[in-house]
């Protein structure tokens, strides 16, 4: 499939332009929209492959730029000690509140945008699979797959570490697809334990996997990088977005 993958709008909101960017299969037709939420080092070639990926798919992805108030738009964030270091201080330095309110503002352009078929899933990863859940209790979003998303469990995302992720739980209305990376030292076995233990007292519509692999075994950069459990898990989430988010 032919995509579009040069576009973007700055989005206005309360903290200045959020820029996001646009990938879409360049033929006609209104498709199922997500918001994929991206680590740390906001949209870096991983993540704009890993939109693409989905876009090839037939769908159309918005991706924000998660720290727009405190970087330059364009701004991507190198993984190294230097860019790590920058992303989390500013995981820990943005309101939750701010979070939220881009989430609602980036749902909302891509439910009016012309190739969208107004159904809306989100995705993430790391930092981005947190924000993507946040983004899911909207109850415009119909599903979300959420790949080692980090700090749920400990409540500490954003200015004072202290969100209240598992206490909203309950308003969970999308279905949800959980992968973690069982040598993952930032989601322990105890933190996934408290996830699932929460989903299941709301009883929330979800799926769980969790794979021999480190933390960020999706990026297609580094290491840690695991392609087989890319081609599963990516699979897992197509599958659910297919099978909710189209008619």
């Excluded at 727009?68 to 993984?79: F, K």
Aim: proline content about 6%; overall charge negative.
């Amino acid at each position: 499939m032919i995509l579009r993958s040069d576009e973007y709008d700055d989005l206005p909101t309360a903290d200045g332009a959020m820029r996001t960017h646009w990938f879409r299969p360049a033929g006609e037709g209104r498709f199922p929209g997500l918001v994929l939420y991206s680590e740390i080092y906001q949209v870096t070639d991983p993540i704009r492959r890993l939109a693409a990926f989905f876009a090839g798919h037939g769908y159309v992805v918005a991706v924000p730029e998660v720290y727009h108030d405190y970087e330059a738009p364009g701004t991507v964030l190198r993984y190294d000690a230097e860019g790590t270091a920058r992303g989390n201080d500013l995981k820990f330095t943005k309101p939750v509140a701010g979070f939220d309110a881009d989430a609602t503002r980036v749902i909302g352009a891509l439910l009016v945008h012309p190739a969208c078929s107004g159904r809306v899933g989100t995705i993430g990863v790391c930092l981005g699979g947190h924000l993507a859940y946040r983004a899911a209790l909207d109850p415009r979003v119909s599903a979300a797959a959420l790949f080692y998303p980090t700090d749920i469990h400990s409540g500490t995302l954003g200015a004072g570490r202290s969100d209240d992720s598992l206490a909203r739980m309950a308003e969970l209305q999308a279905e949800t697809l959980f992968v973690f990376g069982r040598q993952d030292p930032h989601v322990p076995f105890a933190g996934r334990e408290a996830i699932r233990a929460r989903l299941e007292a709301v009883g929330a519509r979800y799926e769980w996997h969790e794979v021999n692999a480190q933390h960020a075994f999706l990026r297609d950069e580094g290491p840690r990088y695991d392609p087989a459990l890319f081609v599963a898990a990516t699979g897992w989430a197509l599958a659910l977005f297919d099978r909710v988010l189209r008619d």
